[in-house]
């Protein structure tokens, strides 16, 4: 939660106006469990979001293995949930499970990776999206962390969190 991908991005929902939750996802850092390829970490954000937002319009989103989980996340809550955007950033496509997004969420969905990402190659994350039909805002000579693009990263994630909803 620390990571600065991830502090970008909750200063960008802050700065957007929502209430911004970060947690060290099970075994990391001081939180107690142990690692499990996304099925209990997934649990975890669902009772985070019901312990601290039960109720409500809520945005998602999370960078790398947490965009995966985000993405289990929404096709869990989908129908139940006001969902009014998500953001996935460096979505660890060819290493974790991320469900297709659903069509009622596609249009609130930005998925952002960068052109050089060491970690995730850029191709696994078009072969996930293709199939959805699903844009990727690629952002160019960048790689997994977004060293230097920080701001601009910053700046993608508010014009998508206030645009209009669909």
Not at 9 to 38: C, H, L, P
Not at 61 to 88: I, M, P
Request: aromatic fraction near 8%; include cysteine; charge should be negative.
């Amino acid at each position: 939660m620390d990571n600065k991908v991830v502090q970008t991005m909750a200063r960008s929902f802050a700065y957007a106006g929502w209430t911004v939750i970060r947690f060290n996802f099970r075994g990391v850092g001081q939180s107690e469990g142990v690692f499990d390829n996304g099925q209990g970490e997934t649990d975890d954000l669902l009772q985070v979001i019901a312990a601290l937002a039960p109720e409500g319009p809520i945005c998602l989103g999370g960078f790398s293995f947490g965009a995966s989980v985000t993405c289990r996340a929404l096709h869990r809550l989908h129908k139940s949930r006001d969902v009014q955007k998500v953001v996935l950033v460096g979505l660890a496509a060819s290493r974790f499970e991320a469900p297709v997004i659903d069509p009622d969420h596609q249009l609130k969905t930005l998925v952002i990776h960068g052109e050089d990402d060491e970690t995730v190659e850029l191709q696994h994350v078009m072969a996930w999206a293709k199939p959805q039909t699903m844009p990727v805002t690629v952002v160019p000579q960048t790689g997994h962390f977004f060293h230097g693009q920080l701001p601009l990263l910053k700046g993608l994630i508010i014009r998508h969190v206030n645009s209009f909803g669909y």
